[in-house]
Each structure stands twice: as C-alpha cells, then as structure tokens.
C-alpha cells in the first residue's frame, strides 16, 4: 500500500530562516506526490506536485521538494521563511485505484517567529 | 469561476439528527471526493465518484451516503449523526483528463459538530 510519512508534527522557524519539512514516501512504484498548504480556516491548495519529469520541483511561493528515490524522501524547503507562510503542508501520495485518489500525511504545522 | 463550493459552512446537529453537506463545482471536473479532516490525522477519503454515475467507497465510509446528481454536484449525507462524526469536511474535484497525476481542487470546508 502506498503512504506518506511526515517526520515533524510541528517546525518552528524565524523569520528570515530556511523552511524544511520532512516527508518519506513507501510506494511499490514510482509515485506520484504534491506538497498542499491549509492556511488557517481554509481550504487546500497545491503547492507543488512531482511528476517523474525532474526530480527537483519548484512550487508556489518559492518553495521547492527533491524527490530522492534513494532515500524514499520527499521534502519541502524553502530558503527564507515569511510570516505568512505559518500554515499547515501536507505530503500528499496520488494512487490510482480505477480514479486516482489521494493519501495524505498527518500534517505538520509551521510556525514563524518574528 | 467560484471552484468548489459546499454548504454549509459550520452545522451542530445532535445525536440522531441527518443532514446533507452539499458541494459542487463549476470547472467541469470528471471526479469528486469527500474527505474528513481531524486533528492529527490528515485528510481521509469518506467516498468518491470517478465519473458521473458511479460512486465508490473510500477509507472511512461507515456512517455516510453520496449521491452524484449530476457532473457539476456531490452531496454527502449523514442519516444519523454520532458525536464521532464531528470534524471538517472537505469537498474536492479533478479534471481526470489524459495520464495523471491530476490535481485536486478543494472547497473551502464546512464544520460540522455533533453533540
């Protein structure tokens, strides 16, 4: 069965300060995975998606994930982190089953620190 | 274009009580999905519809009913409501055209509690 872990349930950074939150993958086959963001009291949106076609993905926002094959990883970065980006991202695996759906990560919760 | 859209936005019914959470969305999207959203666990998929038509069960369907009236529309029902059930629902669709991966669109949630 294909799963996402998220190693961190909550990363605290400063602002200013890199971002890197911790996915690892287990999929039989090449997976396909997308990084989504929930701002407070809101919906889900795509941050980014890897597709097979380059291994380093550059999403929304200047946020970025290298999938390593090696390390069944999958992690989120960014260089410097903005208030705004406190939120919380989901590690997302697609599997396809008859229609494609999506296995989420537990979460992990961002926050910036001024 | 509105995207997905549910309602309502926040219910309290008590034990025993049904409701129909309503969704639909407008970019003409094959596939549509229900998720529950609790503290610490992600999203889970309640059910889906691949296509118009057709509807199948997700990882956590005991308690609820979908209808699939139409392409544009996908209505969760609850028939007898148990405080377990509280939680955000999320509403999503997908294009489903070509080989994938496909995104999926999520509407802006309802919250839901039983008491």
């Known amino acids: 069965a294909q799963s996402v872990t998220q190693l961190d349930s909550h990363v605290s950074v400063s602002e200013g300060t890199p971002v890197l939150l911790r996915c690892n993958y287990s999929?039989?086959?090449?997976?396909?995975l997308f990084w989504y963001v929930q701002h407070p009291n809101k919906g889900l949106q795509l941050l980014l998606k890897y597709t097979s076609a380059a291994t380093l993905v550059k999403g929304i926002n200047g946020f970025e994930a290298e999938f390593k094959k090696s390390e069944t990883s999958f992690h989120l970065t960014k260089p410097s982190a903005h208030m705004s980006d406190a939120a919380e991202y989901f590690c997302?695996?697609?599997?396809?089953?008859?229609?494609?759906?999506?296995?989420f990560g537990q979460g992990t919760r961002l926050t910036i620190n001024p | 274009n509105a995207g997905v859209t549910q309602t309502p936005k926040f219910q309290v019914l008590k034990t025993g009580q049904s409701m129909t959470l309503q969704c639909a969305q407008d970019?003409?999207?094959?596939?549509m999905y229900w998720y529950r959203q609790d503290p610490g666990m992600g999203l889970r998929l309640i059910y889906y519809?691949?296509?118009?038509?057709?509807?199948d069960k997700g990882e956590v369907p005991n308690g609820y009913n979908v209808s699939r009236l139409n392409k544009r529309e996908f209505s969760l029902r609850l028939e007898s409501a148990a405080p377990s059930q509280t939680s955000v629902y999320f509403c999503a669709s997908s294009p489903r055209v070509g080989t994938g991966p496909y995104e999926q669109y999520f509407g802006p949630g309802t919250r839901l509690t039983v008491t």
């Open positions: 970019m003409n999207h094959n596939s």
């Open positions: 997302v695996v697609s599997v396809v089953q008859g229609a494609q759906k999506l296995v």
């Open positions: 999929s039989s086959y090449s997976p396909s």
């Open positions: 519809s691949a296509s118009e038509g057709t509807t």
